[in-house]
């Protein structure tokens, strides 16, 4: 797709990668840049520091910043904001609900993700993303807020009286802590984002978790080798691939769907010497001269922490090269981690230029979701082929013990709501054309009349947790357990209204069977329904599965997207 023109949403886009793709986008002249980073004063040194590189640029570069996990009320220009979040019970709450609960628009609309990307959020104008390359290391903000730390606190708290814990209080911040609900929740409010403001493209880059290595990974900050935390971090980052891939194979959304993931350490962004910080914050000067060495045989001597050691004046200054989201390394730590053999590296301008490729329709072999859908196993003409012996044999047994509809076991409920009441039709009806005779009073009463006679039928629907509503709307058939809410969301509706939109539906699929049986004879429809694949098109008889996956693929449109 081109460039030019459109509206581009960086997110991470203060880091090395998302500086780097910012420069190699500014040439294709967006109409707009948009700069999102966590902090704001990181936002505003990028937007500074690409519009002085770019001072000629017709692009129109804007900061935006916060945390893209959180609401938008929740955000502090001057911190970090999780940490209040959680501090606080009231906003901790709503936090675990956002993450747990239901999705809504309430919740959507309050992300701050969900109005970066639709130009909602403060000085966007209104004006969505067409393109949105996320250089956003999710996995590492969601892994490492590490619930094996979590878990341990809460074995010590469950050492004190009961009545010394706050357990509401420890069960919220555990929910909160949880990896994948988190993942989850981020990607539902991504897609449905970009649906809303009609991306045109999403890039995502990634991350392996482990710079490419494998579980023999050295650099664990000291854990257990290999490190809980760093797998965890590697098992978000591939879950989220496949969530990107599934995205991919969505109708409705994005046009492009690609990840770019880079499997070596990312450097570099600036080599100097000057203080060296961990956490934005520099390391304090300690000296212990020998003569105040202390007992090594003493525990107390040994904890992590304490009051040892002389601070000086000043801070750690030295030689350094910035590596980006790791840090700052130490010439001796850059040329370890880079040697052959251990994690090697690979330069941001690199993954840009890939990334900017992939959106401008080049194929440069590196985009993750095309690997996969080139290595994964789709259907297959022997299984299509075999599906024909399956039904036949099915039809056989239910010739002799009668119709096998559905039994709740696939789900969801509606499911098997659309079977059963295409399944009253057949019994009342027989045929496509049939049910269209009744006006929808007339066909609401007939199938009233079917499940009330007929205590076996009635009974296979109300035993699955499948509730049946009558005709007048206001009584319903029903067993020990209900499936679902409400009768679109899974009861069998015999009411008028819902018989006239099968009606509708019939009267459809009737015209669709009669336009594929004649005229075009090629490959060009897919003949979903047997009738128009069959060349029958006077054999009208309704099929129960045939008919609600046509449902399925026409109306709902849950088809599949990729073949």
């Given at each position: 797709?081109?460039?030019?023109?459109?509206?581009?949403?960086?997110?991470?886009?203060?880091?090395l990668?998302?500086?780097?793709?910012?420069?190699?986008?500014?040439?294709?002249?967006?109409?707009?840049?948009?700069?999102?980073?966590?902090?704001?004063?990181?936002?505003?040194?990028?937007?500074a520091q690409?519009?002085?590189?770019?001072?000629?640029?017709?692009?129109?570069?804007?900061?935006?910043?916060g945390d893209?996990?959180?609401?938008?009320?929740w955000?502090?220009?001057?911190?970090?904001?999780?940490?209040?979040?959680?501090?606080?019970?009231?906003t901790?709450?709503?936090?675990?609900d956002?993450?747990?609960?239901?999705?809504?628009?309430e919740?959507?609309?309050?992300?701050?993700l969900?109005?970066?990307i639709?130009?909602t959020?403060?000085?966007?104008?209104?004006?969505?993303?067409?393109?949105?390359?996320?250089?956003?290391n999710?996995?590492?903000?969601?892994a490492?807020?590490d619930?094996?730390?979590t878990?341990?606190?809460?074995?010590g708290?469950?050492?004190?009286?009961?009545?010394?814990?706050?357990w509401?209080?420890?069960?919220?911040?555990?929910?909160?802590?949880?990896y994948i609900?988190?993942?989850?929740?981020?990607?539902?409010?991504?897609h449905?984002?970009?649906k809303?403001?009609?991306?045109?493209?999403?890039?995502?880059?990634?991350?392996?978790g482990?710079?490419?290595?494998?579980?023999?990974i050295?650099?664990?900050?000291?854990?257990e080798?290999?490190?809980r935390?760093?797998?965890?971090?590697?098992?978000v980052?591939?879950?989220?691939?496949?969530?990107?891939?599934?995205?991919?194979?969505?109708?409705?959304?994005?046009?492009?769907?690609?990840?770019i993931?880079?499997?070596?350490?990312?450097g570099?962004?600036?080599?100097?010497?000057g203080?060296?910080?961990?956490?934005?914050?520099?390391?304090?000067?300690?000296?212990?001269?020998?003569?105040?060495?202390?007992?090594?045989?003493?525990?107390?001597n040994?904890?992590?922490?304490g009051?040892?050691g002389?601070?000086?004046e000043?801070?750690?200054?030295?030689?350094y090269?910035?590596?980006g989201?790791?840090?700052?390394?130490a010439?001796?730590?850059?040329?370890?981690?880079?040697?052959?053999?251990?994690m090697?590296?690979?330069?941001?301008?690199?993954?840009?230029?890939?990334?900017?490729?992939?959106?401008?329709?080049?194929n440069?072999?590196?985009?993750?979701?095309?690997a996969?859908?080139?290595?994964?196993?789709?259907?297959?003409?022997?299984?299509?082929?075999?599906?024909?012996?399956?039904?036949?044999?099915?039809?056989?047994?239910?010739?002799?013990?009668?119709?096998s509809?559905?039994?709740?076991?696939?789900?969801?409920?509606?499911?098997?709501?659309?079977?059963f009441?295409?399944?009253?039709l057949?019994?009342a009806?027989?045929?496509?054309?049939?049910?269209?005779?009744?006006?929808?009073?007339?066909?609401?009463?007939t199938?009233?009349?079917?499940v009330?006679t007929?205590?076996?039928?009635?009974?296979?629907?109300?035993?699955?947790?499948?509730?049946?509503?009558?005709?007048?709307?206001?009584?319903l058939?029903?067993g020990?357990?209900?499936?679902?809410?409400t009768?679109?969301?899974?009861?069998?509706?015999?009411?008028?209204?819902?018989?006239?939109?099968?009606?509708?539906?019939?009267?459809?699929?009737?015209?669709?069977?009669?336009q594929?049986?004649?005229?075009?004879?090629?490959?060009?429809?897919?003949?979903?329904?047997p009738?128009?694949?069959?060349?029958?098109?006077?054999?009208?008889?309704?099929?129960v599965?045939?008919l609600v996956?046509?449902?399925?693929?026409?109306?709902e449109?849950?088809?599949?997207?990729?073949?």
């Amino acid at each position: 797709m081109d460039i030019q023109g459109k509206h581009v949403l960086i997110l991470g886009g203060y880091g090395l990668v998302g500086r780097a793709v910012a420069r190699e986008m500014l040439p294709h002249h967006p109409a707009r840049l948009v700069i999102a980073s966590l902090r704001k004063f990181e936002a505003e040194e990028a937007v500074a520091q690409l519009q002085a590189e770019f001072p000629d640029s017709p692009t129109q570069i804007l900061p935006a910043w916060g945390d893209v996990f959180l609401r938008v009320e929740w955000q502090r220009e001057d911190t970090l904001p999780r940490k209040a979040v959680l501090a606080n019970p009231e906003t901790r709450r709503q936090l675990v609900d956002d993450i747990l609960g239901s999705l809504n628009d309430e919740i959507l609309e309050a992300s701050l993700l969900y109005q970066l990307i639709t130009g909602t959020w403060g000085n966007l104008g209104g004006l969505p993303a067409h393109i949105v390359v996320d250089c956003m290391n999710t996995a590492t903000v969601v892994a490492y807020q590490d619930v094996y730390t979590t878990a341990r606190h809460l074995k010590g708290q469950m050492e004190k009286p009961q009545a010394e814990v706050d357990w509401r209080d420890e069960v919220e911040r555990l929910l909160a802590s949880l990896y994948i609900p988190q993942l989850v929740r981020h990607v539902q409010i991504l897609h449905a984002a970009m649906k809303r403001a009609g991306t045109q493209a999403y890039i995502k880059v990634g991350t392996s978790g482990t710079g490419g290595m494998g579980l023999n990974i050295p650099y664990t900050h000291g854990e257990e080798k290999p490190s809980r935390v760093l797998m965890s971090k590697a098992a978000v980052a591939g879950a989220q691939t496949l969530l990107t891939f599934l995205m991919a194979r969505t109708p409705d959304g994005p046009t492009v769907v690609k990840e770019i993931k880079p499997t070596a350490m990312i450097g570099w962004k600036q080599i100097g010497y000057g203080p060296i910080k961990r956490h934005g914050k520099p390391y304090a000067l300690y000296d212990c001269p020998p003569d105040q060495a202390v007992d090594a045989t003493n525990p107390a001597n040994l904890v992590r922490e304490g009051p040892f050691g002389q601070q000086q004046e000043g801070t750690l200054e030295a030689v350094y090269i910035n590596t980006g989201e790791n840090g700052l390394f130490a010439a001796g730590e850059y040329a370890m981690i880079t040697a052959l053999g251990q994690m090697e590296s690979v330069t941001a301008e690199e993954i840009a230029q890939n990334v900017v490729l992939e959106i401008l329709g080049g194929n440069t072999g590196k985009d993750v979701v095309a690997a996969l859908d080139a290595a994964t196993m789709g259907p297959t003409y022997r299984a299509a082929y075999l599906r024909e012996a399956a039904l036949n044999r099915l039809h056989q047994l239910e010739a002799e013990y009668g119709e096998s509809v559905a039994f709740e076991i696939l789900g969801p409920p509606r499911l098997s709501k659309l079977l059963f009441e295409a399944f009253l039709l057949k019994q009342a009806y027989g045929t496509l054309d049939k049910a269209l005779e009744p006006t929808p009073e007339e066909a609401a009463a007939t199938l009233e009349a079917l499940v009330t006679t007929d205590a076996g039928l009635r009974q296979k629907i109300i035993s699955i947790g499948i509730p049946i509503l009558l005709a007048d709307g206001k009584r319903l058939l029903r067993g020990p357990v209900i499936k679902a809410d409400t009768a679109d969301q899974g009861w069998v509706d015999l009411t008028p209204a819902n018989l006239a939109h099968w009606q509708t539906r019939l009267r459809r699929l009737l015209e669709e069977i009669h336009q594929q049986s004649s005229g075009d004879t090629s490959s060009r429809y897919d003949r979903i329904y047997p009738a128009a694949r069959e060349w029958q098109p006077h054999d009208l008889t309704l099929r129960v599965g045939e008919l609600v996956a046509w449902v399925l693929n026409t109306e709902e449109r849950g088809f599949r997207f990729k073949r």
